[in-house]
């Protein structure tokens, strides 16, 4: 314990106790050093956007068969967007046993994390090749457009059109549409729990096999403009987790203020809607079954624990795993903490399950 009090010290206090050992060595050892976005001006962040994303250090990322890069149209405003395909190579077909006698393959669409305002199409691409290969399945990774030149619903509103976009060249793309999930992590999460929502209500949709939320951010309504919250709030983990690793209170809400606005009668407005906040939706019957992966010491943890309670009130299949001790961004750690590893085999499972044939 000598040799790792010291970096529990780097953690705030009100968290370091609950804190993994290990994921606290990797979080001084990465994160720590870097200062977040929040922590300094929005010109220095514009001036190098890539320098505050999250900090990960990934395992091994196998070779994959093939990626493909596809411009897709995308309205509201007018523009486009990058969907990038990763293709597993004929081994990990053969080893998966998913494709179809016609040569179709199950496939997966992932919404990276960010806040809605990070993130791009290399944050999720060592997670991505690794499913790919070891599922045997095709992957599609989103590049929706990012606040604040963009901010909400256009990132929702591009990834809508992302998703339609493979269904209607499913066929171009050697894709089973009886075997389409769709995931993200974080703000990922949340654009996947609201496509699940849409999805269902879509007339001429393919139900989706599964519905993967990592780390989500599902009710968008109780986090301040500035200050802590409420303590009145719903969500234990916005008061108890306040200064959580990596995700604290002050760069949600940096992300937020840029995401959903600072006018607060129309942010009053967007958040009670289930397009910013899908705990809110009507009905949350019949959707595409869930696996939740939540992290032990995150501001979100309370919402996405909520959130996978009202799927199975609703009778929508859901199963739920704490990683305990670890921090937001957990999960793009696996080259070094035991725990991510373990969640990379959990995502890996969920989706070999869901694309049975």
């Known amino acids: 314990m000598s040799e790792i009090q010291p970096l529990m010290n780097a953690l705030h206090p009100s968290v370091a106790d609950r804190v993994d050992p290990q994921f606290a060595e990797i979080y001084t050892k990465y994160?720590?050093?870097r200062l977040r976005a929040d922590q300094v001006t929005y010109e220095?962040?514009?001036a190098d956007r890539s320098k505050y994303t999250f900090a990960i250090a990934p395992?091994?990322?196998?070779e994959v068969g093939c990626i493909k890069l596809f411009q897709i149209p995308v309205s509201e405003p007018a523009g486009e967007i990058t969907v990038q395909l990763f293709a597993p190579t004929v081994e990990a077909i053969e080893a998966g046993s998913f494709r179809t006698a016609d040569g179709k393959l199950p496939a997966h669409v992932n919404f990276h994390g960010g806040g809605f305002v990070i993130g791009n199409l290399k944050s999720d691409e060592p997670w991505c090749r690794k499913v790919c290969q070891a599922v045997g399945c095709i992957i599609l990774n989103v590049d929706y457009r990012l606040a604040p030149e963009y901010p909400h619903p256009v990132p929702l509103?591009?990834?809508?059109?992302?998703?339609?976009?493979?269904f209607d060249n499913a066929q171009k793309l050697l894709i089973d549409t009886s075997r389409v999930s769709i995931g993200g992590v974080s703000a990922g999460g949340n654009l996947a729990a609201v496509l699940a929502l849409l999805a269902r209500d879509e007339p001429d949709m393919p139900k989706l096999v599964l519905q993967m939320l990592i780390c989500p951010a599902v009710d968008t309504r109780f986090i301040p403009l500035e200050g802590p919250c409420d303590p009145s709030v719903p969500y234990e983990s916005y008061i108890k987790d306040e200064f959580a690793p990596c995700l604290p209170l002050n760069r949600l809400r940096w992300f937020y203020n840029l995401w959903l606005g600072t006018d607060m009668e129309k942010r009053k407005k967007t958040t009670a809607d289930f397009h910013a906040s899908p705990i809110l939706a009507s009905s949350h019957a019949d959707l595409a079954p869930a696996s939740v992966h939540i992290a032990g010491v995150d501001t979100l943890r309370s919402e996405g624990i909520a959130y996978h309670e009202l799927l199975k009130k609703s009778c929508t299949p859901s199963t739920l795993k704490i990683y305990e001790g670890c921090?937001?961004?957990f999960g793009g750690w696996d080259g070094e903490l035991d725990k991510a590893k373990e969640f990379v085999q959990d995502t890996?499972?969920?989706l070999k399950f869901g694309n049975k044939v």
């Open 348 to 350: 890996i499972s969920a």
């Open 157 to 166: 509103t591009d990834s809508w059109t992302a998703l339609k976009w493979v």
């Open 31 to 33: 994160q720590a050093p």
């Open 44 to 46: 220095e962040y514009n």
């Open 59 to 62: 395992g091994p990322t196998p």
């Open 327 to 329: 921090g937001h961004p």
